[in-house]
């Protein structure tokens, strides 16, 4: 079979799904409806690398088959969801990726792929239908080698800049410990070299993190530096940041949380784990019993219960919190993103929301 498809979505079914989209998310706010607008899917659990903070390789998981994979695609492209970011573990370790990549994009559904990039030479023309592909990417050689292990940081540039040529989306995605909290000119220049704009989290002690994850914490004073950077030059239209400036803002306020918009979990959101298994999100884990995915995926969605999270500091979904919020910014962030998505990528462009 041939896995590839048009990462351009067709624009009437794109926006129907928009239309539909922007009701749901007024439903939710003021109504209480709740609609699986945005979905996180962890497709595997299993991992090429093993990262200092992350403990998913270890989860135990199983995956689910290729014929339980694809019908739960099929699911989530009929509940109307406006975007599936398909993560794990490492997505490209199934080798089913372009098939659940092709079931969703069919429907005209925006999908976002979140890779470390090892793998992304080899399988690129099966995924290269992804609307949008997210490589991990922890800062210069010797601080991302350190955390993700020696090589690892010249084969995820290879990967990002494989998938440049090919004419993808490419966005980089950092995650902020004491290593590199202090490397933010480190990230532009490796920005401008790599032609694609950063997104930053800092590491916290989230139900997937590895028991050491603590220990790279970067010291608050530090971080609320480098986010004070960050959002001058955002402010600045420097286009080699993702984040925007609310999102910013609220990341530097870690570890001190604060939902000032609402949260989405389970609401407008959804998070998938390896086996099937339906969460608000990735925070529920071990918190409250998910729902099983097996009898479809939209009954999955109406049998959660939303309920705030502990903390929110992934960039994502603090973004997800503020469109729910119906912040002025985080709507018009929505509004370039889908406009950047109805246009052909072209190669050495930046191809990020332009918050």
Same mark, same amino acid.
């Given at each position: 079979?041939?896995?590839? %498809?048009?990462?351009?979505?067709?624009?009437?079914?794109?926006? !129907?799904?928009?239309?539909?989209?922007?009701?749901?998310?007024?439903?939710?706010?003021?109504?209480?409806?709740?609609a699986?607008?945005?979905?996180?899917w !962890? %497709?595997?659990?299993?991992? @090429?690398?093993?990262?200092?903070?992350?403990?998913?390789?270890?989860? &135990?998981?199983?995956?689910?088959?290729?014929?339980?994979?694809?019908?739960?695609?099929?699911?989530?492209?009929?509940?109307?969801? +406006?975007? =599936?970011?398909?993560?794990?573990?490492?997505?490209?370790l199934?080798?089913?990726? *372009?098939?659940?990549?092709?079931?969703?994009?069919?429907?005209? #559904?925006?999908?976002?792929?979140?890779?470390?990039?090892?793998?992304?030479?080899?399988? +690129?023309?099966?995924?290269?239908?992804?609307?949008?592909?997210?490589?991990?990417?922890?800062?210069?050689?010797?601080?991302?080698?350190?955390?993700?292990?020696? &090589?690892?940081?010249r084969?995820?540039?290879?990967?990002?800049?494989?998938?440049?040529?090919?004419?993808?989306?490419?966005?980089?995605? !950092?995650?902020?410990?004491?290593?590199? %909290?202090?490397?933010?000119? @480190?990230?532009?220049?490796?920005?401008?070299d790599?032609?694609?704009?950063? *997104?930053?989290? /800092?590491?916290?002690?989230?139900?997937?993190?590895?028991?050491? $994850?603590?220990?790279?914490r970067?010291?608050?004073?530090?971080?609320?530096?480098f #986010?004070?950077?960050?959002?001058?030059?955002?402010?600045? *239209?420097?286009?080699?940041?993702?984040?925007?400036? /609310?999102?910013?803002?609220?990341?530097?306020?870690?570890?001190?949380?604060?939902?000032?918009?609402? =949260? =989405?979990?389970?609401? +407008?959101?959804?998070?998938?784990?390896?086996?099937?298994?339906?969460?608000?999100?990735?925070?529920?884990?071990?918190?409250? /019993?998910?729902?099983?995915?097996?009898?479809?995926?939209?009954? $999955?969605? @109406?049998?959660?219960?939303?309920?705030?999270?502990?903390?929110?500091?992934?960039?994502?979904?603090?973004? #997800?919190?503020?469109l729910?919020?119906?912040?002025p910014?985080?709507l018009?962030?929505?509004?370039?993103?889908?406009?950047?998505?109805?246009?052909?990528?072209? /190669?050495g462009?930046?191809? *990020?929301?332009?918050?």
């Amino acid at each position: 079979m041939d896995d590839r %498809v048009d990462a351009k979505p067709p624009s009437g079914l794109l926006a !129907a799904r928009l239309a539909i989209g922007a009701a749901s998310v007024l439903g939710a706010r003021f109504l209480g409806r709740r609609a699986p607008l945005l979905v996180g899917w !962890a %497709v595997t659990g299993r991992c @090429d690398l093993r990262c200092a903070y992350c403990a998913r390789p270890d989860d &135990g998981r199983s995956d689910l088959d290729t014929t339980a994979a694809l019908a739960l695609a099929e699911g989530i492209a009929r509940s109307g969801a +406006i975007q =599936c970011s398909l993560t794990g573990g490492e997505p490209l370790l199934r080798r089913d990726i *372009g098939q659940i990549i092709r079931v969703l994009r069919k429907s005209g #559904m925006l999908v976002g792929l979140n890779t470390n990039g090892r793998l992304l030479p080899e399988r +690129i023309d099966e995924v290269a239908g992804a609307s949008v592909v997210t490589v991990s990417l922890d800062g210069p050689r010797d601080v991302h080698d350190a955390i993700r292990g020696t &090589g690892s940081h010249r084969a995820a540039v290879e990967g990002i800049r494989c998938a440049v040529r090919r004419g993808m989306r490419v966005q980089l995605h !950092a995650v902020l410990t004491d290593r590199n %909290v202090d490397r933010f000119d @480190d990230f532009l220049r490796l920005s401008a070299d790599l032609g694609a704009p950063f *997104g930053f989290a /800092p590491v916290d002690a989230l139900p997937l993190a590895a028991p050491g $994850a603590l220990d790279l914490r970067p010291d608050p004073g530090r971080l609320r530096a480098f #986010m004070d950077r960050a959002i001058e030059a955002k402010r600045q *239209g420097d286009p080699r940041l993702l984040d925007s400036v /609310p999102c910013l803002r609220t990341l530097r306020n870690w570890p001190r949380y604060r939902l000032a918009q609402g =949260c =989405c979990a389970g609401r +407008i959101f959804a998070r998938i784990e390896p086996d099937g298994s339906l969460y608000g999100c990735g925070a529920h884990i071990g918190v409250v /019993p998910p729902q099983p995915t097996s009898g479809g995926f939209q009954a $999955a969605f @109406d049998r959660l219960v939303a309920r705030d999270c502990r903390s929110c500091w992934c960039d994502s979904e603090i973004e #997800m919190n503020l469109l729910y919020g119906l912040d002025p910014s985080a709507l018009l962030h929505a509004v370039r993103s889908v406009a950047r998505f109805t246009v052909s990528a072209r /190669p050495g462009a930046y191809r *990020g929301p332009g918050r």
